[in-house]
């Protein structure tokens, strides 16, 4: 059986040590042009390409891949790139992202995950974006660590479908704006996004919030409330503080979910359920299903996938680009120039 091969197309230096690698060959270029010649006459396994290059850069590289191998896993190294690259990158059919300065070590175990991928599972379609204007939007996330990079491939990943999402992470890690992006990077784009907050109200208030009611005195003039699923349509639901929501509605909810249907209060009336869940919390909900204070069928629904926020305090690294942020930000608001 033959060595798998991987093509690399980056003229770091540090990568130079791969080339002692036993588990698989090695082909290195410096730029993106040469970097396409020799993946046609070598046919790689595995690419792995910088995203910023001088003339054709890591998403060219992507896109000229795919092109001639659709199921090619690539594996980008970033260097501080924007969410809406990386986004971009993960749309064009990126595997995996790793930042630079290299960890080698991190590096072949990505190698070797990547070589051993299941071709018919290797390919990710994600709708294409515009980002325009996104530098200077409010949902922007902020943090070139490895854990946030994680998530920017997630969400990347998830921008082409309209799977329910759970957000987990202590209050203020970013939940509201991980859930915002979601929304923003995929098919749900410009559609409604309902914010449902589930410690907020007594629990006859929620349910007429999330379902809806028929109100009025006079059977003949009953004025409809609509639904939140009504509401947002085929956009999404953001349920903050999931693990407050009663246990009776959330029998409720996990109909909805499993029915693609919701039944308004009091008059039992059926409508179709077409948007998307993402909910959030800062509480640990395996804990509560076992306390038997949460439904283990309603969190099987809403965790088609899981993003795990950790805090600040575990991703240090972030800091100064978040300092940097917000004094940008603070500056154009204030029309200061404050360093």
């Not at 290195?28 to 020799?38: K, N």
């Not at 704006?177 to 923003?184: F, S």
């Not at 693990?243 to 693609?260: A, D, N």
Request: hydrophobic letters at 40%; a neutral charge; charged letters at 30%.
């Amino acid at each position: 059986m033959r060595k798998k091969r991987v093509l690399v197309v980056d003229d770091d230096a540090s990568l130079r040590v791969l080339q002692g690698e036993k588990q698989f060959e090695i082909d290195i270029v410096a730029d993106g042009h040469d970097g396409l010649g020799a993946f046609a006459r070598n046919r790689p396994d595995l690419v792995i390409t910088s995203l910023k290059m001088r003339e054709l850069d890591g998403s060219g590289i992507l896109e000229n891949v795919k092109k001639a191998n659709p199921q090619m896993p690539i594996i980008v190294l970033t260097a501080g790139e924007e969410l809406k690259d990386i986004i971009g990158a993960m749309r064009l059919g990126a595997h995996a992202f790793i930042e630079k300065p290299l960890n080698i070590p991190q590096l072949k175990l990505r190698i070797a995950e990547a070589l051993q991928l299941n071709n018919t599972s290797a390919a990710i379609e994600i709708d294409k974006l515009d980002h325009s204007g996104d530098e200077e939007g409010s949902h922007v996330i902020v943090g070139n660590s490895i854990a946030m990079i994680e998530i920017f491939e997630k969400i990347g990943r998830l921008s082409s479908s309209k799977v329910n999402v759970l957000i987990q992470g202590e209050s203020g890690t970013g939940k509201h704006l991980i859930a915002r992006v979601i929304h923003d990077s995929g098919p749900t784009r410009g559609l409604p996004f309902i914010v449902i907050d589930s410690s907020a109200w007594p629990e006859t208030i929620l349910e007429r919030y999330l379902f809806g009611r028929l109100e009025g005195a006079n059977p003949d003039a009953k004025i409809e409330m609509k639904g939140t699923p009504h509401l947002a349509n085929e956009g999404t639901i953001f349920l903050v503080h999931i693990s407050e929501l009663p246990l009776r509605l959330q029998g409720k909810l996990l109909r909805s979910l499993e029915e693609r249907e919701f039944e308004r209060t009091d008059d039992g009336v059926i409508f179709p359920m077409k948007a998307r869940i993402i909910a959030a919390t800062h509480k640990d909900l395996d804990y509560l299903v076992r306390c038997g204070k949460f439904r283990h069928d309603l969190l099987y629904r809403i965790s088609g996938v899981t993003i795990n926020i950790p805090p600040l305090r575990e991703r240090k690294e972030d800091i100064p680009e978040l300092a940097a942020h917000f004094i940008k930000r603070t500056n154009r608001e204030l029309h200061k120039g404050v360093k």
